[in-house]
């Protein structure tokens, strides 16, 4: 291994002027990979290796950046001018990558086989003034998780509403050292915490009129909720020390009866926490039954000087053996058709719980600037967890600060 | 009681919070290193566990690409040393025994590279790279880390050489040996402390470099340890804690040898007339 | 002095000049040009628009609330590390049992980059599952556990606290030296005018290491005004931007956010008051030190 290293550097300086000759025969397709667990780099090394053997020509050059950093790595590399030719991307900055101009739209490459293979519900996000600029390639929908033993010993019924979560969250929480729902306060998608609930009250993240929902009395209605459980001590106390993370572990411990989380948590509690008996649950209903729908993209670079290599790639790596393997792997919903009527994820009855959302799963607004709103909705979140102010007027601020980004 | 025992429980006593709290976390990263995956997440949190795994540390050698990484995390932090170095000595005899033109300007130069961080400026570094055709190349690293690192080592060197006197050198040119030579042969040698302290440094530098190493360093096969155990927690669904830890602590444990085995060194380097 | 062409001390000092020129000095100037212009999402320029970034950087009231709190981070953790290093050096100084292992132990926070002690910290500071807590309450010092990053002046002592304590091995190392090389018979001296032990320290090793002190002051400054990661690892610098200081404000600024025009104003606004302290703590410190190096300023 390190012999072969050795010589790389070695060669990298004395063959430059005869290497550019032999690159000329192979086209190179950079590919940035973000990276979801420890399988993902190798699924894709697997991926491109089988490529390549069909395509001796072309050699596909895999990038496997952690998830946290990849926005700043692909903001350097397009500031640098040397972006890759495809990358995953979070759908929710695709909307920036778009205007400005910097993905490539993807109706003429796209042949109506190959587009009828995607699940509809997937593919719209990706649809930016009615043009198709980037691929669904990872999906999950939320669910509520809850802790069956715990709702045993407290004599409560999981619940299909708001009201029953409260009630049942009072039994649970008189338990010894037991919390009855997490609560997220810190860090990445402590808004989607609160989408759950501001969705399911009725409410939106955004207006039809484009001007931030987080205002409305149905947001300020959830907000008011979260806050009264986490007073009467039905969550865990500082949700402000809690990062998604730190809130899974929780229920890992068997200290909590119910959070709100994505699929890819049931292989490590399965690993983590083998005796827990959970159950996936819808999220619990007031005035609407809503999910939140989450999917990552798969972008073309409008720079990219090899878009025929690349796209030839992208079909190869959709086929369904890949796919299917990839979204076990990882512990997606499957974003294809043929793979999603695959039996496996009709007898599986986790997967089947998360999968049931999906016919009214609500996803992130495509809009410019969406990290930065976030950011305004979490620290409106952790101002009214902390107490420094109440729910009506940090969510009033936050939406003003969210207009006036916007613009509206 | 002898007065040397005294003295030594009345330093253990006051040093002991500061030791407590810096073993601390070492002994975290530890205990999480050797356990089963499975008892990551137990309550009441606790510190012993069921088995002594060692198998964490083999497959987390496997999985992370350890070998690797350290093998490129050495590469930097060597060569940029020896560079920093190469570069440094003769520009430190120069400040410390020469008078030149624009001498103080150049110290001032000195002490302002200091003051830029490389994450201030890590998005003129890289279109820098790019304009080189170095992305993605370790040797980008090794020139920055140098680079960064020489005000600091030129700095500690010139203070090191004016303690030096100079009628050993100048005994050897009437001896006839040539400025070269009385360099090399008489003045190097006595400078081997100080150079042991600054290399120490240079290299601590580049082994827990971050910022930099993650921008430039575009293929896993070429991650450098901090940005591989990074990776292991940063925005992961599913982090293998005991991996991280595991990872943690082979990387630690090198440096920390390397202190114990030189710190004689380090600290008569520093002794020397270091910092005036 | 032998009288020499003033060519060779410049050969000497070229090499390493032109790198440092070179690596430093064109990301200064692509700062400077970044920070004049309009810039895309992506940092793309898009045309000079004078001072406009700056403009904003100034009406923006989370710059204000965090350079006020660099301020408030960089002395506590500098005075903070100079007091409790100061001491350690001079026992480390002084002849005892165990003092190689102490030695080592006081050098080990050093060994592990900044970015894992965050991590590890984060995780062991954690107020359910984290083992600080747990082994408080084991031994009884307290009965309920503390989340100590829930709130922003708690979570930002903390940091700062790490901080301090990363910073100690470096200091302590120049303390080390400086301590060494004080001459002994001014202390023999002294011992026999019947000195305490306090009048030594006061009068003799202070007046001494003042030279060193003030080199650990004026790093010091540097590297912790410049200090990501304990924070961005530990709260990104939440809750409610409560622990934001300037270089974490920066980053997300930078790469989350993508406004790197305004980014790129505050990393030279960040530069300036760097060099606005050095400036004036050169002058008016290290001035009447009459620095007796060798080589003078022309």
Redesign the interface.
């Known amino acids: 291994?390190?012999l072969r290293?050795f010589r790389k550097?070695a060669c990298?300086a004395l063959a430059l002027g005869i290497m550019t000759g032999v690159a000329n025969a192979q086209t190179t397709v950079d590919f940035t990979v973000a990276?979801?667990?420890?399988k993902t780099?190798p699924f894709f090394d697997e991926v491109a290796a089988a490529f390549e053997k069909e395509n001796p020509d072309i050699d596909i050059?895999?990038?496997?950046?952690?998830?946290?950093?990849?926005?700043?790595?692909?903001?350097?590399d397009?500031?640098?001018?040397?972006a890759p030719d495809i990358s995953i991307i979070g759908t929710r900055w695709l909307l920036?990558?778009a205007?400005?101009g910097?993905a490539e739209p993807l109706d003429s490459y796209l042949t109506p086989e190959f587009k009828s293979t995607f699940i509809d519900t997937f593919m719209q996000p990706s649809v930016i003034d009615g043009q198709i600029m980037g691929l669904p390639v990872a999906a999950s929908a939320r669910a509520m998780l809850v802790n069956m033993d715990l709702f045993e010993k407290a004599g409560a019924t999981p619940p299909t509403t708001w009201e029953e979560l409260y009630e049942a969250a009072k039994k649970i929480s008189a338990l010894p050292?037991i919390y009855a729902l997490g609560l997220q306060?810190?860090?990445?998608e402590t808004d989607a915490y609160f989408y759950y609930a501001l969705w399911t009250f009725g409410g939106n993240i955004l207006n039809e009129d484009g001007t931030s929902g987080l205002d409305s009395p149905e947001a300020i209605e959830a907000a008011r909720f979260y806050k009264k459980m986490l007073d009467e001590g039905l969550t865990?106390?500082?949700?402000?020390?809690?990062s998604r993370?730190?809130v899974f572990?929780?229920f890992?411990?068997?200290?909590v009866g119910m959070i709100f989380t994505?699929p890819?948590?049931i292989?490590?509690i399965k690993?983590?926490?083998?005796d827990l008996d959970y159950k996936v649950m819808p999220f619990p209903e007031k005035v609407t039954k809503a999910t939140y729908g989450v999917t990552d993209t798969l972008m073309m670079f409008a720079d990219s000087d090899v878009k025929a290599e690349a796209w030839k790639f992208i079909e190869f790596a959709y086929k369904d053996e890949w796919r299917s393997k990839f979204d076990r792997g990882?512990?997606f919903l499957p974003v294809t058709k043929n793979v999603a009527a695959e039996d496996y994820y009709k007898t599986n009855e986790d997967i089947a719980g998360f999968a049931a959302g999906l016919p009214y799963a609500k996803f992130a607004p495509t809009i410019a600037?969406w990290?930065?709103i976030a950011?305004v909705t979490?620290?409106a979140l952790?101002?009214i967890?902390?107490e420094?102010e109440t729910p009506e007027a940090a969510l009033t601020a936050a939406a003003a600060e969210i207009n006036e980004i916007r613009g509206k | 009681m002898p007065s040397k025992l005294k003295k030594s429980l009345i330093y253990w006593a006051f040093l002991s919070p500061l030791v407590v709290v810096i073993l601390f976390p070492f002994a975290v990263m530890l205990v999480t290193a050797v356990r089963p995956?499975?008892e990551?997440?137990?309550?009441p949190p606790r510190w012993g566990f069921s088995e002594f795994r060692w198998d964490n540390f083999a497959e987390m050698w496997v999985?992370?690409n350890f070998?690797?990484a350290l093998?490129n995390s050495l590469y930097v932090s060597v060569l940029s040393t020896v560079l920093a170095l190469v570069l440094s000595i003769p520009a430190a005899y120069a400040l410390s025994r020469y008078p030149f033109p624009g001498k103080g300007a150049y110290r001032t130069f000195l002490l302002m590279t200091q003051m830029m961080s490389p994450i201030v400026l890590?998005?003129g570094l890289?279109?820098l790279?790019?304009a080189l055709g170095m992305?993605g190349?370790?040797?980008s690293l090794v020139l920055t880390y140098a680079a960064f690192n020489m005000a600091f080592t030129i700095w500690m060197l010139q203070s090191y050489f004016s303690t030096i006197p100079r009628d050993l050198e100048e005994a050897a040119w009437i001896d006839g040996a040539s400025h070269l030579n009385s360099l090399i042969r008489i003045f190097l040698p006595l400078a081997v402390p100080a150079m042991a302290v600054t290399a120490i440094f240079s290299f601590i530098n580049g082994w827990n470099e971050f910022v930099l190493a993650?921008?430039m360093i575009?293929?896993?096969d070429d991650f450098t340890l901090p940005v591989q155990i990074?990776?292991?927690?940063?925005?992961?669904?599913?982090?293998?804690w005991h991996h991280v830890m595991a990872g943690t602590v082979l990387a630690t444990v090198p440096v920390a040898i390397v202190f114990s085995w030189l710190q004689k060194y380090l600290i008569r380097g520093m002794a020397l007339g270091a910092v005036k | 002095m032998k009288s020499l062409n003033g060519f060779k001390p410049l050969a000497m000092i070229l090499p390493g000049l032109l790198l440092a020129m070179f690596i430093i000095g064109y990301p200064v100037l692509d700062l400077a040009n970044t920070s004049l212009q309009e810039v895309?999402?992506?940092?793309?320029l898009r045309g000079f628009t004078g001072f406009d970034n700056f403009a904003e950087v100034f009406s923006d009231p989370l710059f204000w609330g965090s350079l006020k709190r660099t301020a408030i981070w960089t002395v506590t953790v500098v005075l903070g590390t100079l007091v409790i290093s100061l001491p350690i050096a001079i026992i480390l100084n002084d002849d005892f049992y165990g003092r190689g292992v102490a030695r080592v132990i006081i050098m080990l926070p050093w060994a592990i980059s900044l970015t894992m002690t965050a991590v590890v910290w984060r995780w062991a500071l954690?107020?359910?599952?984290g083992l600080l807590n747990a082994t408080l309450m084991d031994m009884g010092i307290m009965t309920e556990p503390i989340?100590?990053?829930?709130?922003a002046q708690l979570a930002f002592t903390v940091e700062m606290m790490i901080g301090i304590l990363v910073s100690i091995p470096f200091t302590t190392t120049i303390f080390l030296g400086g301590l060494s090389s004080l001459p002994q018979d001014s202390y023999e001296a002294s011992m026999v005018d019947g000195a305490t032990r306090w009048d030594q320290f006061r009068y003799i090793t202070l007046p001494l290491m003042k030279p060193f002190i003030n080199i650990a002051i004026v790093l010091n400054v540097i590297y912790v005004f410049n200090s990501l990661p304990i924070i961005w690892v530990m709260?990104?610098g939440?809750?409610?931007?409560g622990t934001d200081i300037l270089v974490t404000y920066l980053y997300?600024l930078?790469?989350?956010?993508?406004q790197?025009g305004k980014a790129s104003a505050i990393s030279l606004i960040m530069f300036g008051v760097l060099l606005l302290f050095t400036v004036i703590y050169v002058v008016l410190v290290m001035r009447d030190e009459k620095d007796t190096a060798a080589g003078e300023d022309e």
Request: glycine fraction near 8%.
């Open positions: 291994m390190y290293k550097f990298s990276e979801y667990s420890s780099g050059n895999i990038e496997v950046v952690p998830w946290d950093t990849l926005l700043q790595r692909l903001t350097t397009i500031a640098g001018g040397v920036d990558f205007q400005q910097i050292e306060g810190k860090e990445i865990q106390p500082s949700p402000t020390n809690y993370e730190n572990n929780l890992k411990q068997g200290r994505f890819m948590l292989p490590q690993a983590e926490a083998p990882e512990g600037n990290e930065e950011d979490v620290r952790q101002r967890y902390l420094q | 995956r499975d990551l997440f137990v309550y999985k992370t070998g690797e093998f890590v998005l890289f279109r790279m790019v992305v190349n370790l040797n993650l921008t575009r293929s896993s990074y990776s292991q927690v940063a925005g992961r669904y599913q982090v293998e | 895309s999402r992506f940092g793309q954690n107020g359910r599952a989340e100590w990053l829930a709130e709260t990104e939440g809750p409610a931007n997300k930078a790469f989350r956010f993508g790197l």
